[in-house]
């Protein structure tokens, strides 16, 4: 793909080149340009003369240029605003989409004027902290989720801190909320389960393949997930958000099965069905006085531990 830009530039360009300069210029043999000539007449029906008189080939037809992807402006410029966000992520695909950008860059950039410093004066991104993620281990993930590979892992738990040794089949990456998270079946468990990719210290590909369970569907599995958490059992939630806070809430869709109810104050009620209370649970704080639960009374009471042992660490 990049030699045939090569050549179909320096043909646009009225150069005459031959088989042997192109070939030094790019440094392969003059087969190889001959070969990639051949292909670029056959397959894309380019219409390339060699002049005998000048010892160069051109393009018989008027400023004829080879359209390999048929971009524009704006598919450019959209590419090169994931490569600026992805900046802000240290993982492989802030890599994947840099090599992108830069080939497409190569074939376009005498057509489309797209530098990245042409978005900073226009568009920023301010992307809170995120946790460190080994490269290695998030490159192995990846290809296990791809080609259906088991993986010996080693891994944190969040709350217990213990370390386990775990054999995993992974069946898709997450990102939630600028963390990236693993969907698996755990062997161990006998479960699908979802696990931090920050928190592995180990995950080698085995030379097991596995397949997918038949009933999974990603979506089907976090449907009444509020964040990343998953269980079987569902809480119905209901919220009473004060009349300043009820703004807010109204911005956004934050779960799916949302309902809310207008009070005439300006204030509302929001009811949802969860199958977790431990990230609505901290969600519901982050409102402050602005939130108050109205069920279940398990939510009330944790949260009202919460804050009562907050207290004790101001006297």
Same mark, same amino acid.
């Given at each position: ?161 213990? @370390? ?7 069946? /898709?990456? %997450?990102? $939630?909320?600028?963390?990236?998270? #693993? !969907? ?64 807010? @809430? ?7 099965? /949302?309902? %809310?109810? $207008?009070?005439?104050?300006?204030? #509302? !009620? ?46």
């Amino acid at each position: 793909m990049s030699r045939i830009a090569f050549i179909d530039n320096e043909l646009s360009a009225g150069n005459y080149p031959s088989a042997k300069l192109l070939a030094g210029q790019y440094q392969v043999s003059s087969k190889s340009i001959q070969r990639t000539i051949d292909f670029m007449k056959t397959y894309f029906n380019a219409p390339i003369v060699y002049d005998k008189k000048i010892r160069g080939y051109y393009y018989s037809v008027k400023n004829f240029r080879l359209n390999l992807l048929n971009l524009n402006e704006s598919d450019l410029y959209a590419l090169a605003l994931m490569q600026k966000a992805l900046n802000h992520y240290t993982v492989p695909f802030k890599k994947d989409i840099t090599g992108l950008y830069n080939k497409l860059y190569y074939l376009y950039h005498d057509r489309i004027n797209i530098h990245l410093r042409d978005i900073d004066d226009v568009i920023s991104f301010k992307i809170g902290s995120s946790r460190n993620i080994d490269v290695e281990i998030f490159e192995n993930l990846k290809k296990a989720v791809k080609d259906y590979i088991s993986v010996d892992a080693v891994y944190t738990a969040g709350h217990s801190g213990k @370390i386990s040794h775990r054999l995993l089949d992974p069946y /898709q990456i %997450i990102n $939630e909320r600028g963390e990236w998270y #693993l !969907v698996a079946y755990c062997h161990s468990e006998k479960d699908i389960k979802t696990f931090s990719i920050s928190r592995f210290k180990k995950a080698v590909l085995t030379k097991d393949k596995f397949e997918i369970k038949k009933n999974f569907d990603v979506n089907i599995y976090f449907e009444n997930s509020f964040g990343i958490f998953e269980s079987d059992k569902i809480y119905s939630v209901k919220l009473y958000f004060d009349e300043q806070a009820a703004r807010y @809430i109204r911005e956004k869709i934050w779960h799916r099965s /949302q309902k %809310i109810k $207008e009070n005439p104050d300006g204030s #509302l !009620v929001i009811s949802m069905k969860v199958n977790s209370l431990e990230e609505v649970k901290f969600w519901i704080m982050t409102w402050g006085k602005g939130c108050t639960v109205i069920t279940p009374k398990k939510l009330k009471d944790d949260i009202k531990n919460e804050f009562i042992n907050a207290l004790k660490n101001y006297g």
